[in-house]
């Protein structure tokens, strides 16, 4: 697996990265346990959840899709998600800056292209279906931005890390020990 196959990674090994405590300084909580490992119980589930992963970001610039999953994962609480997606933000040249500013994006703007400010737009808006729809001035500035076949991809993607979300969240996923390419 390379770096980009991100998601095969959400159910896996959990040796790696958690922080670790400096000599002399106070010990961080201790890690909670995931409820469940859930690709491992519906291992078809998973398969079929990695392949529209791989289908849903085709065509879409990665550090762009690393934005979207990222602010989407904030929106969504998902500690799991937001650990591995700024890792593989970082290794895709994402610069720390941008990251860090995405949790704010509307007051930077000035740190992204109109188009990623469109696909934020976009992305808080399907995330957080409080009104029960996308309302059409959001998705018109998404189509100035994005021809109809990237803004199909674009739309897949963001559905896409809401379930994966959705996954990690309700099944208490452990953040810290994913690493970009650990299975490459």
Not at 150 to 160: D, G, K, R, Y
């Amino acid at each position: 697996m390379s770096a980009n196959d991100n998601h095969d990674n959400h159910d896996s090994d959990t040796t790696g990265t958690t922080p670790t405590t400096p000599a002399g300084s106070t010990e961080y909580a201790p890690e909670h346990t995931p409820r469940l490992a859930w690709a491992q119980h519906s291992p078809e589930v998973y398969k079929a959840m990695v392949r529209l992963d791989r289908a849903a970001r085709a065509g879409l610039d990665p550090r762009l899709a690393e934005l979207v999953k990222i602010r989407a994962s904030q929106l969504n609480h998902c500690a799991f998600c937001l650990d591995m997606h700024t890792k593989d933000a970082l290794a895709a040249g994402e610069s720390v800056e941008r990251i860090i500013q995405v949790a704010a994006w509307e007051e930077s703007r000035h740190f992204y292209t109109e188009k990623e400010l469109a696909a934020l737009e976009l992305t808080e808006a399907v995330t957080v279906l409080t009104d029960g729809f996308v309302p059409d001035e959001v998705y018109e500035r998404a189509a100035k931005q994005f021809d109809e076949a990237e803004l199909a991809q674009l739309v897949a993607a963001i559905t896409v890390i809401n379930a994966w979300n959705r996954f990690a969240v309700t099944t208490r996923m452990v953040p810290g020990h994913y690493r970009p390419g650990q299975h490459g």
